[in-house]
């Protein structure tokens, strides 16, 4: 099996992921998953979560570059990367992760400011006298 590229994305961060066969190791940014995330346990369930649902977390290896946000939500771009990784490489895998809305990109991102208003939404103090 040759190397599978795939892209994911959550508000501003974007993670770039390549997987292939291999004994289950994650490189992101060139470091392992544990010192990548620190102790944020929860977040990297997220992140291996793909793997676990396809049972494929000691067969595939994966390597991934993430930038922009912040890094709980370059861990969500990763998971959708690896994701759209797994449905590339194999159409049987879709049929899993599909249902799990794992390929599903979350499309939220922060609404742009208007002009007149304080912020996106939030307007100047208004007087009645």
Same mark, same amino acid.
């Given at each position: ?14 993670? +770039? @992921? ?6 289950? /190791? ?8 544990? &010192?990548? !995330? $620190? #102790? ?5 369930? +997220? @992140? ?6 396809? /049972? ?8 991934? &570059?993430? !930038? $922009? #946000? ?26 899993? !992760? ?32």
């Amino acid at each position: 099996m040759a190397k599978v590229y795939a892209t994911g994305k959550r508000k501003t961060a974007i993670a +770039k @992921v390549w997987i292939k066969a291999g004994s289950g /190791k994650i490189l992101v940014n060139g470091m392992d998953l544990n &010192t990548w !995330l $620190g #102790g944020h346990e929860a977040i990297k369930l +997220k @992140v291996i979560q793909p793997l676990l649902v396809t /049972k494929q977390e000691s067969l595939i290896d994966v390597t991934a &570059t993430t !930038l $922009g #946000g912040g890094y709980s939500a370059q861990a969500e771009a990763l998971r959708h990367g690896i994701s759209r990784a797994l449905a590339a490489m194999d159409a049987d895998f879709r049929a899993a !992760l599909k249902p799990k809305g794992l390929l599903t990109r979350d499309s939220r991102t922060v609404e742009r400011k208007k002009f007149g208003r304080r912020k996106a939404r939030r307007s100047p103090q208004f007087s009645k006298r």
